[in-house]
C-alpha cells in the first residue's frame, strides 16, 4: 500500500525553466510534508517542508504548494540549474512527526 | 558541526555472516533513525529511537535484525545471520524535533 506516491519517475528540464515535480498521497491523516533532494552515494538532503495549516512555503529557488483537498503537491524549482539535478523524494507524517513516510521519488535531469 | 556519521560506508559479506551498521547522531539530536533503502521498496524505515528509547520497531523485517542505543551519540544495526536479500543501502538519521531528519551517507551493504 503506497501512501505516498511519486508517478513520474524521471523528468527532463532545460536549464532556467521551472522544474515541477508532483507527489500524491492517500492518507488524510498526514498533516506535514516534506521534500528531500539526493545525488548519487549520498544521503537525501532536507530541503524544503510544510504543514498542513498552510497551502504554500517558499524557500528561495523553491516552493512547495500543497492542496489537501486533492490530496496533492508539488515542489517548483525555478529557475532550474544543473546542480539541482538529483533524486527528489517526498515524504509525509502523521501526528506522529518521527514517521516519515516516502515516495519513490523522482529523477530530475537538468539540461543545459 | 558534522553531520550524521555512518561506518562503514560499504560492506560485502557472505551469507550467514554477522553484519553490524554504525551510526553517530548530530550532537543534540533527541531521535535515531535506520532506513533501508532498495529498489523494490523504496525507503522505508526500521526503527526509531527517542532518547535513546526504541519508539517504534514495527518495520524491522524479522528477528534477524536488532538496533541499540547505548548512548545518545551512537547506535548500532545488527543483522544476524546475514541473507542476500539484505543486500541494500542503509541509512541513519537523526533529528531534533522529529519533523525534518538529518540522513548520513548511507552504508552500501551486500550479501553474497
Known amino acids: 500500500d503506497q501512501q505516498v506516491k511519486q508517478n513520474s519517475p524521471s523528468l527532463s528540464v532545460q536549464e532556467g525553466r521551472i522544474s515541477i515535480l508532483n507527489c500524491d498521497y492517500t492518507n488524510s491523516m498526514f498533516d506535514y510534508f516534506l521534500w528531500y533532494k539526493k545525488y548519487p552515494a549520498e544521503g537525501p538532503t532536507f530541503l524544503i517542508s510544510?504543514?498542513?495549516?498552510?497551502d504554500k512555503n517558499e524557500d528561495g529557488r523553491f516552493t512547495v504548494f500543497l492542496n489537501k483537498s486533492a490530496k496533492h503537491l508539488s515542489l517548483h524549482i525555478v529557475p532550474s540549474q544543473p546542480g539541482d539535478s538529483a533524486v527528489y523524494f517526498c515524504a509525509a507524517s502523521a501526528g506522529t512527526a518521527s514517521k516519515l513516510t516516502f515516495g519513490t521519488g523522482t529523477r530530475l535531469q537538468v539540461t543545459l | 558541526d558534522a553531520g550524521v556519521i555512518q561506518s562503514p560506508r560499504h560492506e560485502v559479506t557472505e551469507m550467514g555472516q554477522e553484519v553490524t551498521l554504525r551510526c553517530k547522531p548530530i550532537s543534540g539530536h533527541d531521535y535515531l533513525f535506520w532506513y533501508r533503502q532498495t529498489m523494490m521498496r523504496g525507503l522505508e524505515l526500521l526503527i526509531y529511537?527517542?532518547?535513546?528509547?526504541?519508539?517504534?520497531d514495527s518495520g524491522m523485517p524479522e528477528d534477524r535484525f536488532s538496533a541499540k542505543m547505548p548512548n545518545a551519540s551512537f547506535s548500532t544495526l545488527k543483522i544476524q545471520p546475514s541473507e542476500p536479500r539484505d543486500s541494500a543501502v542503509y541509512f541513519c538519521a537523526s533529528s531534533l524535533t522529529g519533523y525534518t531528519q538529518y540522513f548520513g551517507p548511507g552504508t552500501r551493504l551486500t550479501v553474497l
Open positions: 510544510i504543514s498542513s495549516i498552510k
Open positions: 529511537f527517542n532518547n535513546n528509547v526504541p519508539i517504534d
